[in-house]
């Protein structure tokens, strides 16, 4: 056989054997390159190619529903225009109909006026030529390029998520400071430094700002005395302010009864109105007392101004505030270590800056001794603990292979050479997801199911090694073969039921690894399974034919 021939050959010149060690080890030099050069990115999930996605509305604390409604009409009227939108609901002052995402995002919540969430539904992925993630990034720059402007609106486009549900994509938690004031403000420098990195969007820091505003205080007294009854003087201000619904219309081409809503003119809620205009519009409501007289409501209502307080959160009874941000068709980690780099760059003329656990950082202001602790949470923090589990089974899978083949040889270097060749299968997943992303349009990342998938094949790989051993032993006993023929029958021998395996587990996977979650786990497999013959055909004769002799 030729191939027999050819590992033989290469069994008995030291210089072939040496060859497969060099080309061995440039091949794995290179494959773990791809990560520090950014040729494969690392990603907990690939983003998701889904029917729907939702929009979430935040205008300045203190906007009026009206003003909300705009910005909202702003989206709709953009979004229309797009051929794969099929249908927009929308819910001003309060968030969408809960699922779980939105439930970890506070969807919840929300009940103010300034507030919105919009739900997009677009067509069958079948049905368009573009997947869902790139259609939100394409809107996303239009929508927010002509409907930001209006009061200051912060506009997030939210996806789908993959995997598990976080709050956001980049979640930064700032503690410490003496004040809210003082942590907002170092909140305001973060989000500055994350809106720097091109591939981050929808930043947005979840503190309130102080904002003015008018309290009516009714002076109860000075209405009794005029014989005015209170409960009415309440009814009226909360008609012309709030307003309220007095009854229903019922018509036969509707579900449900229509509500009437009766406020007075709008007019009457201007946001930038002062002390005055507010007096002068209260002078025009009247009231009627018992003696049948006409009496200004202004009479009895004081306007008193007050500054709203922000709302105040915390988490494990520590105050704190969050920064959040989303990728825009990237990974979590590349920007967020740019992000990183330059915090620590241009906030330490400020601040004495210490690395803490992992990625997370601790300010102390040299000035005023203030301390800021910022850690990171989001799906950055579910990758990285994701990954730290993986690469903890990994290790601990190669460990038990290592002690159950010592159990098995009775020999540390044969067991250790079989541990080896199952770890060099790391080449074909890693280059295997190379040419994957040299052939999609998309990135395609190595993902935590691609990692799933090099564990399952450390199984694989030891057992091609196991026959090829045991089936050398059996040649050197029963036809007295030198090592060297052994191992190379052995090897020529076994690469058949080898290949048939390989073949079975690469046209299986080859259904995933098209798909959004899985696909990591089918190029794995595939690129792993088929560098593993190779491995297993010249790899694994050489690495046990100086061992093979200690175990016969």
């Known amino acids: 056989m030729r191939l027999e021939k050819f590992i033989y050959s290469i069994l008995e010149t030291p210089f072939k054997s040496y060859m497969v060690y060099f080309i061995t080890l440039v091949l794995f030099i290179l494959s773990l390159a791809t990560f520090p050069t950014q040729i494969i990115k690392a990603k907990m999930l690939p983003s998701k190619d889904s029917n729907t996605f939702s929009i979430y509305v935040d205008l300045k604390d203190g906007s009026s529903i009206n003003q909300t409604k705009e910005v909202t009409q702003c989206i709709s009227q953009h979004l229309q225009k797009n051929k794969n939108i099929t249908n927009i609901s929308a819910f001003l002052g309060e968030g969408q109909p809960l699922d779980f995402a939105?439930?970890?995002?506070?969807?919840?919540?929300?009940?103010k006026e300034s507030q919105a969430e919009m739900i997009v539904n677009i067509l069958k992925q079948e049905d368009r030529d573009i997947t869902s993630y790139n259609l939100v990034s394409k809107l996303r720059d239009e929508v927010q390029k002509n409907c930001s402007s209006l009061y200051d609106a912060n506009i997030k486009f939210i996806e789908?998520?993959?995997?598990?549900?976080?709050?956001?994509?980049?979640?930064?938690?700032?503690y410490g400071g003496e004040s809210f004031q003082s942590r907002r403000d170092f909140a305001l420098k973060i989000a500055q430094i994350l809106k720097n990195q091109t591939s981050l969007v929808d930043i947005d820091i979840l503190a309130d700002k102080d904002f003015v505003m008018y309290e009516l205080e009714l002076d109860n007294s000075k209405a009794?005395?005029?014989?005015?009854?209170?409960?009415?003087?309440?009814?009226?201000?909360?008609?012309?302010?709030?307003?309220?619904?007095?009854?229903?219309?019922?018509?036969?081409?509707?579900?449900?009864?229509?509500?009437?809503?009766?406020?007075?003119?709008?007019?009457?809620?201007?946001?930038?109105?002062?002390?005055?205009?507010?007096?002068?519009?209260?002078?025009?409501?009247?009231i009627i007392n018992k003696q049948g007289n006409t009496v200004s409501i202004s009479e009895f209502v004081k306007i008193k101004e007050i500054i709203k307080e922000p709302t105040i959160?915390?988490?494990?009874?520590?105050?704190?505030?969050?920064?959040?941000?989303?990728?825009?068709?990237?990974?979590?980690?590349?920007?967020?270590?740019?992000?990183?780099?330059?915090?620590?760059?241009?906030?330490?003329?400020?601040?004495e800056v210490t690395k803490t656990n992992l990625l997370n950082l601790s300010f102390v202001d040299k000035k005023t001794k203030e301390k800021f602790d910022l850690v990171f949470d989001g799906e950055l923090k579910v990758t990285i603990d994701t990954f730290i589990d993986l690469g903890g089974a990994f290790i601990i899978a190669l460990v038990l292979i290592f002690f159950l083949m010592v159990m098995y040889y009775k020999s540390f270097a044969i067991s250790g050479g079989i541990?080896?060749?199952?770890?060099?299968?790391?080449?074909?997943?890693?280059?295997?997801?190379?040419?994957?992303?040299?052939?999609?349009?998309?990135?395609?990342?190595?993902?935590?199911?691609?990692?799933?998938?090099?564990?399952?094949?450390?199984?694989?790989?030891?057992?091609?090694?196991?026959?090829?051993?045991?089936?050398?032993?059996q040649l050197v006993h029963e036809k007295n073969l030198s090592i060297n023929e052994a191992i190379a029958k052995a090897t020529a021998t076994r690469s058949k039921p080898i290949i048939l395996t390989v073949l079975t587990m690469v046209f299986a996977s080859a259904l995933i690894a098209n798909d959004a979650v899985f696909g990591g786990l089918g190029v794995a497999l595939i690129g792993g399974t088929l560098i593993s013959y190779i491995v297993s055909m010249f790899f694994v004769p050489v690495i046990i034919k100086n061992q093979l002799k200690k175990i016969l």
Not at 255 to 279: C, E, G, H, V, Y
């Open 419 to 473: 541990v080896l060749s199952s770890f060099i299968s790391i080449i074909g997943v890693i280059f295997a997801h190379v040419i994957m992303d040299l052939i999609t349009t998309d990135t395609f990342y190595l993902t935590a199911t691609s990692l799933i998938g090099f564990i399952g094949l450390i199984g694989i790989n030891s057992r091609n090694s196991t026959l090829i051993i045991d089936f050398s032993k």
């Open 102 to 111: 939105a439930l970890v995002k506070q969807s919840a919540l929300k009940d």
């Open 224 to 286: 009794i005395m005029s014989n005015v009854d209170l409960e009415q003087i309440k009814n009226i201000l909360f008609l012309a302010f709030e307003g309220m619904k007095v009854s229903v219309i019922n018509q036969s081409n509707a579900q449900n009864q229509i509500p009437i809503f009766l406020r007075l003119d709008d007019s009457r809620l201007l946001q930038n109105s002062t002390a005055d205009d507010l007096k002068a519009k209260l002078q025009t409501l009247k």
């Open 313 to 351: 959160t915390s988490k494990n009874l520590n105050l704190m505030i969050n920064v959040i941000a989303e990728t825009n068709k990237d990974s979590q980690i590349y920007p967020l270590l740019n992000a990183r780099d330059e915090m620590l760059n241009s906030l330490s003329k400020d601040y």
């Open 160 to 174: 789908l998520p993959a995997g598990p549900p976080v709050l956001a994509s980049i979640v930064t938690e700032i």
